[in-house]
């Protein structure tokens, strides 16, 4: 009998990941090291390279690969559709450079919004943002948060930078 435990995440969040594939206990770890050993060789032209740590690692062996759709109307906004693939940030090392500069943290890419209006990076405590044309969002202090903002379409905060 599949797990039916659905205490982690909110009962629409939950069906959505396990409709694209995730499960508890999801670890593709060999994965996640792949990720992090070709976002540690990249160097953009301007020397910029991308911090990899924990959280990140953590986060891409949990999600990575999965393509997530939400299953219904949002609250506030449209719900994202998720592409979990960090290399979709590949080449904005100095984008998550300059945001975490302005957080005082480091700052990982995670993956995208399927329509690639938005990027999605987390940093070093955990913490999920989205940035996109219109700004910096906050969008939870932890992936499970963020995932629920994401799929459910909850309004995220917009970060204001000093």
């Not at 979990?84 to 975490?100: E, I, V, Y």
């Not at 957080?103 to 995670?110: F, S, W």
């Not at 910096?136 to 994401?150: E, F, N, Q, S, V």
Request: aromatic residues 8%; negative net charge; proline residues 7%.
């Amino acid at each position: 009998m599949p797990d039916l435990d659905t205490t982690r995440f909110p009962v629409a969040v939950d069906a959505a990941l396990r409709e694209a594939g995730w499960q508890p206990g999801r670890w593709d770890m060999k994965q996640a090291e792949l990720w992090a050993d070709t976002l540690r060789a990249h160097v953009s032209p301007a020397g910029h390279r991308h911090s990899v740590f924990p959280s990140a690692v953590e986060a891409w062996a949990e999600f990575g690969g999965l393509d997530i759709t939400a299953p219904g109307p949002g609250r506030q906004i449209a719900p994202a559709m998720i592409r979990f693939d960090p290399l979709a940030g590949l080449h904005l090392a100095r984008t998550f450079a300059d945001l975490g500069r302005s957080l005082d943290t480091e700052i990982a890419p995670l993956g995208e919004e399927a329509d690639s209006q938005s990027v999605l990076a987390i940093d070093t405590e955990g913490r999920v943002y989205g940035l996109d044309h219109g700004g910096d969002w906050y969008l939870g202090h932890h992936i499970d948060t963020a995932l629920t903002t994401l799929i459910t379409g909850t309004r995220p905060t917009r970060l204001v930078h000093p």
